[in-house]
């Protein structure tokens, strides 16, 4: 099965810019969608189609996917942007979701 | 505004049964096909069921194949997962989510239910 590995955290400055990575085998070659989620929440998208943004959602969050990774970056972090954060794909060779083990950006 | 609103969620002993059921609003049900995912205690998101757009096809994750099963009402734009043989590794905040037909993001989520499976 197709297998998504984050870093467990993330620290970052307020102002200062997060990245978060996605590692996949090849992921270059599918969509890669990212999610956020606060405490007590459900998850929210953030970011489809490797660079979209869904509407109402900030410029800030961007995203890139080449090679084995693809990454989700938050410029100007806000204390409001701590949150766990995760990726997805769809693996077309299981017709399974799959989602990344997850990251948790604290801004300091 | 789209809305999902799960239900059905609940303490059972393992072995035990239980049916989970999404109601949705503010979509036409044909130009979406619905999911379950769920989230472990402390734990990160894992996909669980996929139903398409017009019931026709279900996919599920390994973990619980043969085990459940989900379903669809679109006259009711409902969603039902029947989950059997249950075990505390199922124990979790249950979600409803829907893609679109032409896209494999999850665009809206339910706030959850919660199973506990447990003697």
């Known amino acids: 099965s197709y297998v998504l590995t984050q870093p467990p955290s993330v620290s970052v400055a307020p102002g200062q810019t997060a990245r978060i990575t996605c590692v996949g085998d090849n992921i270059v070659s599918k969509s890669v969608h990212w999610y956020q989620q606060k405490p007590g929440q459900a998850p929210v998208l953030v970011v489809y189609?490797?660079?979209d943004r869904p509407s109402g959602i900030p410029e800030r969050f961007s995203g890139s996917n080449s090679g084995n990774t693809a990454t989700l970056t938050i410029s100007r972090v806000e204390a409001g942007d701590e949150a766990d954060y995760y990726c997805?794909?769809?693996?077309?060779?299981?017709?399974?979701?799959?989602f990344g083990t997850g990251t948790k950006v604290t801004v300091l | 505004d789209v809305q999902l609103v799960e239900s059905g969620g609940a303490v059972v002993q393992p072995g035990g049964s239980l049916r989970l059921s999404c109601a949705g609003s503010?979509?036409?049900?044909?130009?979406?096909?619905m999911h379950w995912v769920r989230q472990g205690p402390g734990k990160g998101l894992e996909w669980v069921s996929l139903i398409s757009w017009d019931g026709g096809k279900t996919f599920y994750a390994d973990s619980v194949r043969g085990r459940f099963t989900v379903s669809r009402d679109n006259t009711k734009n409902s969603l039902h997962l029947q989950m059997n043989s249950l075990t505390t590794e199922d124990t979790g905040l249950y979600y409803c989510?829907?893609?679109?037909?032409?896209?494999?993001?999850?665009?809206?989520w339910g706030q959850g239910t919660l199973v506990t499976v447990s003697s």
């Open positions: 503010g979509f036409i049900p044909g130009e979406y096909d």
């Open positions: 189609d490797d660079s």
């Open positions: 997805q794909v769809w693996d077309s060779g299981s017709d399974h979701y799959v």
């Open positions: 989510a829907i893609t679109a037909v032409s896209g494999y993001q999850f665009d809206h």
